[in-house]
């Protein structure tokens, strides 16, 4: 094996499309998946390469310092690409402190690790931390983040993600820890847990069940393909500038009742349902405390380095999403029941 690199959250929705990636693509490089296993991982999502010689799962929790480092430990990494984090912005909202010691003192238990494993200089090493467009706050009617936008976190998830991206530069200016890292704007497609918007959405129209639209509905977001943001991770983990910042987004910004409109209708052609019908299920609810009216991503500098460029349009993408979701309903299934079904009711109950 040519390098060992750690991936953290690779059995969540983005983790575990770049451990399939990764996997496969090198197969000389060793790749580790550590992860907690909560609510959000889902080794099921694994189970295209969980049988390669060249992949290994720990379950580890970051917030567990003894844990990290007994992982560092075994094995000698070569490099870290860090997506283990609590990701949902009402769940932040219900309760933030899970956020602070997962996203903040992960981090740090991570940075830590590296830190002592690889010393001072760490020449040829790197620790990549996956982040968001959300650190940058909210965006009015016009404009783009770029990687100068001042951090305005809004949300407890914001906040805490924008803590951890200022440990990881303050480990680079402070220790030299060779780092990078990339903030994205919203994902889509399989594998992603029906917290989320879209799965959320195709779920409960499948199951002709309320659609609930938060506010006014006319909240943007910037909607890039899942596989989009890992190819744009694996050009920045091998060519990107150690000490840099690249925004990563796709220029398909969206309203969201654009975005259940169409889900809406591709579905009534899908499921054979008359036209409109779908829409019928939409309801208006109460907003989200706080809720980030626009996000809006400038990759300009991502596509001008390392000539990256999403591949999918959110036409082409919300087909395939929704064929996915209607091809694995016993994936769906499986993740609605339990913990799951208990954490939608407090939620939504009372919203309507
Ligand atoms: P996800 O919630 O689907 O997966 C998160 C994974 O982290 C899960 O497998 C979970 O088990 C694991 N995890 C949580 N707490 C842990 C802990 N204490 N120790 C070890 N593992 C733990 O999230 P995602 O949507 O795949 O996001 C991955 C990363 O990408 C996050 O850092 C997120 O902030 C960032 N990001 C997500 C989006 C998006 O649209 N989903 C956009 C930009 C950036
Ligand atoms: P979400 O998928 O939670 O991503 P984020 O909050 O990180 O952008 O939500 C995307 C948008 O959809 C956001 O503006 C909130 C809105 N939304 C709804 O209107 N209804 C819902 O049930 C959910 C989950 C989100």
Redesign the pocket.
Known sequence: MSKTILI??????????LIELMVRKYPDYRIVN?????????LENLSGIDKAENYSFEK?????VAAVNALFDKYAFDGVI???????VDRSIESPT?FI???VL?TVNLLNAARNSWGEGAEGKLFYH?????VYGSLGDTGYFHEETPYDPRSP?SAS?ASSDHFVRAYYHTYKLPVVI???????GP???PE?LLPLMINNIKNQQSLPVYGDGQNVRDW?W?GD?CTAIDQIFHGGRVGETYN?GGHNERKNLEIVHALCDILDRKLDRPEGKNRELITFVTDRKGHDRRYAIDSSKLQGELGWKPTVSVEEGLEKTIDWYLANQEWMDRVTSGAYQGYYERMYSGRE
């Open positions: 953290t959250g690779g059995a969540g929705f983005i983790g575990s499309h550590a992860d907690a296993l909560t609510y959000a991982g889902n580890v929790d970051i917030q567990d860090h997506l283990a984090a609590e990701s949902h899970e010691l997962t996203n992960g996956v982040s968001t467009d959300e998830y993600k990339s903030n994205c704007s919203n994902n889509y594998y992603q847990f989320k890039l899942v943001h990563i």
